[in-house]
Every structure is written in C-alpha cells, then in structure tokens.
C-alpha cells in the first residue's frame, strides 16, 4: 500500500493530477447522491427519519455497555465465541489464531471495513493463507494493492477500462470493459473459489442486542455466500455497531441503504442469529464474534467527540463533500476517507503527526452534517479536532504566531485602521492592473492561484469617521 | 428603526463599498444607521482555525461594540453564522459574556434576511439590466437557513435576468484560511465552481458574502476569464441610483 509512504502534498497532487481518479470519482459521488435525494424525499418526512435514527444513535451510544453485555450474553448462550479485542494489533491476532488452528488456507471475506481498519488481509497473507475478497469493489482493489477510497464504493475511482485491465492478466485473455463482461468474469472467479473456502470473514453493519443478530447489507449477495459456505465464520465489528432490537434496525436500515446508494432497502440484507442450528440445512458450526475498541472507549468517554461514534457508515457524506469530490479518497492517506473519515481517523489512531493534516480537509461548508442520516455534526468536529491539535500544541509556531497577532490588532480596532493604511502603502509592489498579484507566504498561497482586491486606502470604519466628521 | 451596522473585518479593509452602500440603502428605507466604533471581526477566522481562545477575545470586542444596540445588520452570510451558532460555546464558561451574547444573537440579521424577513421590503425599486446568476453561500444557506431572502431581492429588480447556476450547492472552496492552508484543494474547487459560472452564461456573479465572491472572482482574473462580481449590495445600490 504504497500510498501510505507519501506525504500529503505528494498524495494531493498525485490525486488531483489524475484525471481519470476525479472524473470517476465526481459521476459516481453524484449518482449516488441524486439517488439518495429521491429516497429520502420518497419518505416525506425525511428529518424526522433523521431526529428518529438520532435518538436511536445517541442512546446506544450512551448505553453501549448495557447493549453490549446483552449482546454478548446472547451470542454466548448460543455457543458463539465472542473475542473482545482492545487494539487491532489484539484483533488481528484473534483471527490469525483462529485461522491457525483451523490450518485454514483459504479466507473468503465479505466486506468488512474493520479489517481494514486493523489490516488484517496483509498478516493474513504472510501467513500463507490465501484471502479472497468476494465484494466486487473490495475484489478489485486487492487485485490493485490499493486500499479502498470509499467506505461504501471501494473501487470508485476505478474507471471500467481500467477494471477490465487489472481483470486481464488473471483472465489470460483480453476483456471488454463492458458491466456485464467484467461480472460475468468476477461470478465465475468467485463460484470456485467460494466452494474451496475454509473459513468466512465477514463484516457487520449492526448487532441486534436483543436477539444477538448480526446483520449484513449487500447488493451482491456475497455476504450470503460468505456466510453459508464456509464451516467456521468471524465476524468483524466495531464496538459501536449495536442497535438494541428489530425496531430500530427497521428505522436504522432505511436511513442506511436510502443514504448510502438510493436505495429502499439493499438487494441483500442478511441477518445472521448464530451459530447453526441443528434444524439448519447450512451456516457455519463454529462462529466466533470479533469486537473491535481501538480507542472508541475513549471516544465514548470524551463528550467533544462521542456523536462521531453514532456513524453507521453509509458514505452520505462522501457523496455530497466538495473536498472528497475533488480528490477521491486515497488523497486522505488513512482507511476512512471523507469527512466522516476526517473525524474519526485523528480520535482513533491517536497520532496528530500521521493524522493531523485530516481536520483540515475541508472548508467547513457543513454539506456534510446536513447529508448525515443521523445529524452528526460532521464540520463542527472537524473544528473541534482542529481545536483539540492546537490547544495540544501540535500547530506550526508560525500558525500561532499569526494568531497571536490576529488577535492583537483585530481587538483593537484604531490600531488596525493604522495597519491597514500601512498596507495600502507597502501593496504597490505586488499590484498588477489594480489587484494583488503576488505576496510573501502564506500570501502567495492565494495569489499562487487567485489574484485579490488591494486593501482600500481607507477602510470603512475611517470612511464613516470622515463622513461623520463633515456633517 | 435605528440600526447598527457591522462593517465585516473583509468589507473593511477591502470592500468598504460594501458596507457604505449597505448604510445608504438602509437610510434610504428609513432607518437611522450607526456604526459602533470598536468593532472588528466576528472571530470566525481564528475560531475554525482551532484557535478558540484568540477567537473569544476578537467576539468579546465585537460584543463589546454593539451591547448598546437595537438592531445589527451585516452584509455577510458565514459573519452572522459565526455569532448565531458558535458564540453560545465560546462564552459556555463565562455567565455574563454568554447573556451578551445571546443578546447579540437575537437582535443580528444579515442583510437580505434583515430586509426580506425583517423589514419585509423585498422591492426597493431597483433597476439593473443583466444577465446574472446567484451563488448560494454555505454558511448562509446552512448554518443561517437563508434561502429565499436573496431571490426576493433579486426577483424585485428590473430588467435583471437571473440564470441557474448550475451546482449551486457546491462550495467554492474559499473556506476562509482554507484556501491558503490548502491552497492546492481549495483552487481545485475554485475552479469548478468558476467553470459552472461561466457556463451558466451570466455577465454578472451574485452574492451575499464577499468571501465566497473574492475567491471565485480572483480565479476567474487569474486564468483571464474575468466575470464581473457583485455582492448583492453593490447591484441593488447601483439599481437604486438609476
């Protein structure tokens, strides 16, 4: 995952020189968002569908230990292994044990962005152990060692031609880049190597407390496939995942596929009340639930950030952020992109050197918070993340020097009327046809791409004074 | 109504026409106009910056300036959004700022909603022959909710044409220090939102904050396809002459 190694700047140009990345990325992004604005106004009501999917959010979170024990308690009365795991570094190490013991070597996994989150393929695959991704967006991604630049659409900044070339040297014939050729060539990959799998690796949109249910959402059907098959089955969640019962999975499944593709419901919603049972024709004999923390405690506890853990992952946001559009999502640098991807990313992985630069991806146009199906106030927190990294002293020196004096002379307004005119003054060098053209840094930041009005030889506040002065 | 104007740190120092235009249409509806001495800025800058604590002094000052008045009216969208939803939090701790503050909230309007919504006077009998389209800024339309107000003024106008923009909703990626923390993001959205300007087909950009218009303006005479731009204000100062 070369991307990683890059530093920000290099990850933005690279992204904003790619033509192909951005045209791709600006479709997809507005497709979905187009679908989304019909199934939402579909409902009629959509901010209440939003205030109730809130409320659901804010009191899981707020009771998760309560929701999580019950959840445990049920997937445990049936026989399910429930492995609690603090830090990726924990999770990955409960499934390579798992997958030892099994002496598995074929993985089929449906998607998970936790394994993503805890880059599980990677230690997998150093293991020996073939992983096959059967989502078709995650499938294509792992043939490009690339990591996904969309929560929901993986492969979004793939055009099909270049699908159909990554398809090629696999195929060992030439394909046409046409929807149904390059399916039809991902179906026959899968329906073998779906048989051979030793172990299913799935993802968990929620965890129905109540009943301990795992739900999934596809429109591939892969899930089911990776669900049935396979003897042994792990499943991947975040902490967080909880709802407590079938009546607020109804409201939370409709926010989610209406917010994330357009959809009423998704093609596939899967839901999984482990382990077999003796009645059943299939499903795996052993289940083992994996619970990811990786610092959401700490969210949890930390009431700036907590509302970031009521995410249920759709990508609205994505679709409608003027940021994201430009860029896709390997520009990020980190696993969850977006402004969702913004917000999380800091909190969890704790490292303002590597994370830092997040927060302040985005020109707070707040497009954001108003796509979220469950209110986050997504360009508040970003706020608050950038307030957080300043407050912990990890902004430039010059950053809080500017500040400082920003703060000086824009509480005194005489004083900045003096500067001011002294600026009208010293201006002239960079004056091209009446508009400034250029400028020391981080001036030239601007003018680098823009040009700016002069500073007017008399601000308005003097203007008034003179004005009031002649009556 | 006596209304006190706030004169934005960015009208200031580089459109006071703005603002002075802004003080003669409302005169010119009736109203006496002042302009509190010792205001400066609403301290949006330094407060999305993550820098709260320089932020709450320069939104003391500007408390501060306009405790006194009836009524304040500035000519910006994302000014106004600053006081409305981020002075509760900055004054959270401080009893007697956060009364002040809620004061200042109730009694700030920007200007097309002040004059639409407040005064009720959508027509002020300006005349201005163009073709023009209207960006809607973020923090107006989201943070403030101001949707119509703009259109009302617009529509209002004789012999102005106004063409959809198309995208509309898109930011421009000004984003305040945005655009020179990010410079390289911020021109890649300037310079859609410029595209979608020139495709609309209008000699004239509108808006309500001067931001959003400086950066789009400043792309355009960059690459050499300047636009005419005008903040709302400057059109209906300049209708209202003829």
């Known amino acids: 995952m070369t991307m990683y190694n890059q530093t920000t700047d290099e990850r933005v140009d690279k992204a904003l020189a790619n033509s192909f990345l951005r045209q791709a990325t600006r479709r997809a992004t507005d497709r ?16 209440e569908w939003r205030a109730a999917g809130e409320a659901i959010r804010k009191n899981v979170i707020s009771n998760l230990d309560y929701y999580l024990n019950q959840l445990i308690e049920q997937m445990e009365k049936r026989g399910v292994h429930v492995h609690l795991a603090k ?56 043939i490009a060692s690339e990591p996904p630049s969309h929560i929901i659409v993986p492969a979004m900044h793939k055009t099909r031609q270049q699908v159909a070339d990554l398809f090629e040297p696999i195929a060992g014939h030439a394909l046409s880049s046409d929807t149904p050729t390059l399916t039809r060539f991902v179906r026959t990959q899968m329906r073998e190597k779906f048989l051979r799998g030793d172990i299913g690796i799935t993802g968990c949109n929620f965890a129905v407390a109540s009943t301990g249910s795992i739900v999934m959402v596809t429109n591939e059907g892969n899930g089911r496939m990776v669900s049935t098959l396979p003897r042994v089955q792990i499943t991947l969640m975040g902490m967080e995942r909880i709802v407590p019962s079938f009546r607020e999975l109804d409201i939370l499944l409709n926010l989610l596929a209406r917010s994330a593709t357009g959809q009423r419901l998704s093609s596939y919603t899967t839901i999984l009340t482990p382990p077999k049972n003796t009645a059943d024709p299939d499903g795996p004999e052993e289940y083992h639930l994996v619970i990811l923390d990786h610092n959401r405690s700490e969210i949890l506890g930390d009431k700036l950030f907590r509302s970031s853990l009521n995410c249920i992952r759709c ?30 990313t800091p909190l ?88 400034i053209t250029g ?21 308005f506040m003097q203007l008034w004074a003179d004005l009031k002065n002649k009556r | 109504m006596k209304v006190s104007l706030f004169a934005t740190c960015l009208t200031n120092a580089l459109y006071p026409d703005v603002d002075l235009t802004m003080a003669k249409i409302l005169k010119h509806l009736g109203h ?23 932020a709450r002094e320069v939104a003391r000052t500007l408390i501060d300036a306009f405790e006194r008045s009836e009524v304040v009216v500035g000519p910006s969208g994302s000014c106004i959004a600053m006081i409305h939803h981020y002075y509760p939090t900055l004054f959270e701790k401080e009893p007697a700022y ?31 022959k163009a073709k023009a389209t209207y960006h809607p800024s973020c923090h107006a339309t989201r943070l403030l909710g101001i949707g119509e107000a703009p259109l009302k003024l617009l529509q209002h106008v004789k012999g102005l044409e106004l063409l959809p923009l198309p995208e509309a909703q898109l930011c421009c990626g000004f984003g305040g220090t945005f655009s020179v923390k990010m410079p390289k993001i911020s021109e890649a959205m300037v310079a859609e939102k ?29 690459i050499n396809k300047p636009v005419k731009t005008m903040h709302i204000i400057q059109l209906l100062g300049e209708g209202m002459k003829s």
């Open chain 1, 32 to 47: 979905l968002r187009n679908n989304k604005y019909k199934a939402a106004d579909e409902l009629g009501n959509w901010e």
């Open chain 1, 87 to 142: 830090t990726p570094a924990d999770a990955v190490t409960v499934v390579r044990n798992i997958v030892r013991e099994h002496n598995a070597k074929n993985v089929l996994k449906s998607k998970s962005m936790i394994s993503e989150e805890i880059h599980l393929n990677h230690a997998l695959e150093e293991d020996g152990v073939e992983v096959v991704e059967t989502d078709l967006g995650e499938y294509i991604i792992q």
């Open chain 1, 315 to 344: 990508g609205a946001c994505f679709n409608v952020c003027p940021v994201y559009r430009q860029l896709g999502g390997h520009a990020y640098g980190s696993v969850y992109s977006g402004p969702i991807g913004s917000v999380i």
């Open chain 1, 348 to 435: 969890l992985e704790k490292d303002w050197k590597k994370w830092g630069h997040l927060p302040y991806f985005s020109s707070l146009c707040g497009a954001c918070s108003e796509a979220c199906p469950v209110r986050i106030p997504l360009h508040d927190l970003l706020v608050k993340l950038r307030m957080r990294k300043t407050q912990s002293g990890h902004t430039p020196q010059v950053e809080r020097q500017i500040f400082k004096a920003y703060r000086y002379f824009f509480t005194r307004e005489k004083t900045l009327r003096r500067a001011l005119r002294l600026g009208a003054r010293l201006q002239w060098p960079f004056v091209r046809n009446q508009r």
């Open chain 1, 439 to 459: 400028g020391p840094p981080p001036l030239s930041n601007w003018t680098n791409s823009r040009t700016l009005p002069m500073v007017a030889p008399k601000p």
């Open chain 2, 32 to 54: 006496s106009v002042d302009v509190p001495e010792g205001q400066v800025c609403c301290g949006q800058i330094a407060f999305n910056s993550g820098y709260v604590d320089d």
């Open chain 2, 98 to 128: 956060l009364k002040k503050a809620e004061d200042l909230i109730h009694k700030s309007y920007e200007f097309t909603q002040f004059v639409v919504d407040v005064l009720k006077q959508p027509d002020l009998g300006a005349h201005y």
């Open chain 2, 194 to 222: 410029a595209q979608h300007v020139l495709d609309s087909g209008a000699d004239i950009l509108l808006g309500l904050d001067m931001g959003c218009l400086m950066n789009i303006s400043g792309y355009l005479e960059k």
